[in-house]
T-cell receptor
Framework: GESVGLHLPTLSVQEGDNSIINCAYS??????FIWYKQESGKGPQFIID?????DKRQGQRVTVLLNKTVKHLSLQIAATQPGDSAVYFC???????????????FGSGTRLQVQP | DTEVTQTPKHLVMGMTNKKSLKCEQH?????MYWYKQKAKKPPELMFV???????INESVPSRFSPECPNSSLLNLHLHALQPEDSALYLC????????????FGPGTRLTVL
């Protein structure tokens, strides 16, 4: 049988469609959130960030929505292109409950596959 | 220059070897980080250096030894590693602290035999 955690959740979309990738975070003290894109064989690449005093931020073709009430973050990619195919990680930046130190903690990631 | 560079790109080592990973940035950043990333998993923080001083060690085994010789360079010395240490090791830097955007290097793919 399969071991838990060996397979990333995958979102498959058609080229030109909009994509929505969701993320739940756990630390109520987190006040800065970032979305990263990681292509195969590369390090994570910054896409967009949002501070906790905002609930929406837009970039070029990307929008991040933050719902602090339910501790939920989403990344919307408009008119998805084959070059958007990658693993997407949300990351929360805040003081750790146990450590009291500020650090970046990554979510588990979602693989986006764009079908031409 | 907005790049973080890492060498080597790939490294294969035996359990008795001593090797080092190197990271360099010329953005004037004063915070530098080492992360470990296993396949299909998110990066996990190992160490943080702030103004060339170790500020966070996330309970990493002593077989990993970080070093920050100056504000542009970060090394990770490896000794007596285990096969389960095989992973992608990522370096990142940010302007001053974890509050700032982190820029990641491409990583070193490490295989321990």
């Amino acid at each position: 049988g399969e071991s838990v955690g060996l397979h990333l959740p995958t979102l498959s979309v058609q080229e030109g469609d909009n994509s929505i990738i969701n993320c739940a975070y756990s630390n109520s003290a987190s006040d800065y959130f970032i979305w990263y894109k990681q292509e195969s064989g590369k390090g994570p690449q910054f896409i967009i960030d949002i501070r906790s005093n905002m609930d929406k931020r837009q970039g070029q073709r990307v929008t991040v929505l933050l719902n602090k009430t339910v501790k939920h973050l989403s990344l919307q990619i408009a008119a998805t292109q084959p070059g958007d195919s990658a693993v997407y990680f949300c990351a929360e930046n805040g003081e750790g409950v146990d450590t009291g130190r500020r650090a970046l903690t990554f979510g588990s990631g979602t693989r986006l596959q764009v079908q031409p | 220059d907005t790049e973080v560079t890492q060498t080597p790109k790939h490294l294969v080592m035996g359990m008795t070897n001593k090797k080092s990973l190197k990271c360099e940035q010329h953005m004037g950043h004063r915070a530098m980080y080492w992360y470990k990333q296993k396949a299909k998993k998110p990066p996990e923080l190992m160490f943080v250096y702030s103004y060339e001083k170790l500020s966070i060690n996330e309970s990493v085994p002593s077989r990993f030894s970080p070093e920050c010789p100056n504000s542009s360079l970060l090394n990770l010395h490896l000794h007596a590693l285990q096969p389960e240490d095989s992973a992608l090791y990522l370096c990142a830097s940010s302007q001053e602290s974890s509050w700032d955007e982190q820029f990641f290097g491409p990583g070193t793919r490490l295989t321990v035999l």
